[in-house]
């Protein structure tokens, strides 16, 4: 039933595209992080960026939203405000079709990029320090350090979440979609999580959705296990 919904290819699609954009934007994000804090020297403004940073990890979407549905509200948001002191006509963000997904990543990624620094940063407290001197004896600036001692050495680290994260590509968000979408956007940003919510809880469909949510385990696993196959291949660790 769920492979002959007239919505499947669309709803497909859409989370196939907005997990794309998640780990081609988002993923990155906390790894560019955690090397420029790892960068700084001043270590209470190190921690305070740190802090900053992670801070909205810890509200749900349901808070998250309302902050967001305000800072970009077209008659009374301070970002469309900003954009008609240059005389730029207000753009409705969550409700046009053009504007929503990167509002959906730009947002996410400022929900979890300082949470993502943690993992990394602890790698690379392991780093032993003596690379470094060594570097500098050599006469390697801070970009060549960061080059070739810093994301070396995290890489394995990199590798395990990347994996994990294509494991969940079909796993969209769908707290954050759920609470910013609304029907003039449902072309670009309907996903299988929220046809399943609409099909399992307010249509009583139970079973369609647990079919959803098997074919869903299926994909996730077989990525993972791809993914790990040729990560090995290519002499990275895995995890398995």
């Known amino acids: 039933m769920f492979f002959q919904s007239p919505d499947f290819l669309r709803i497909l699609k859409n989370t196939v595209i907005i997990s ?53 509200s077209p008659s009374q948001g301070p970002i469309n405000y900003l954009l008609s002191l240059v005389h730029i006509e207000p753009i ?73 994260s294509l494991g969940g590509i079909l796993n969209a968000g769908f707290d954050q979609i759920f609470n910013l979408y609304s029907p003039s956007v449902y072309n670009v940003s309907d996903i299988i999580d929220t046809y399943v919510y609409r099909a399992g809880i307010v249509n009583g469909q139970f079973g369609l959705t647990t079919a959803v949510g098997l074919f869903k385990n299926i994909i996730g696993i077989t990525l993972v296990l791809g993914t790990n196959y040729v990560v090995k291949k290519m002499g990275q660790e895995g995890v398995l």
């Open 92 to 164: 409705y963000f969550l409700a046009d079709s053009n504007y929503f997904r990167p509002t959906l990543v730009i947002t996410n990624i400022w929900k979890e990029v300082g949470w993502g620094t943690i993992i990394y940063l602890a790698a690379l407290t392991g780093v032993d320090p003596t690379l470094f001197e060594a570097a500098k004896i050599d006469g390697a600036n801070r970009f060549k350090q960061v080059w070739h001692i810093s994301i070396p050495s995290i890489l394995p680290v990199v590798t395990i979440m990347f994996i994990l």
């Open 20 to 72: 794309c954009y998640n780990i081609v934007f988002g993923f990155p994000a906390p790894i560019v992080l955690a090397l420029l804090l790892n960068e700084v020297r001043y270590g209470l403004f190190k921690r305070i960026a740190q802090s900053i940073s992670y801070i909205p990890h810890f509200f749900s979407w349901v808070v998250l939203s309302g902050i967001i549905i305000m800072m970009l």
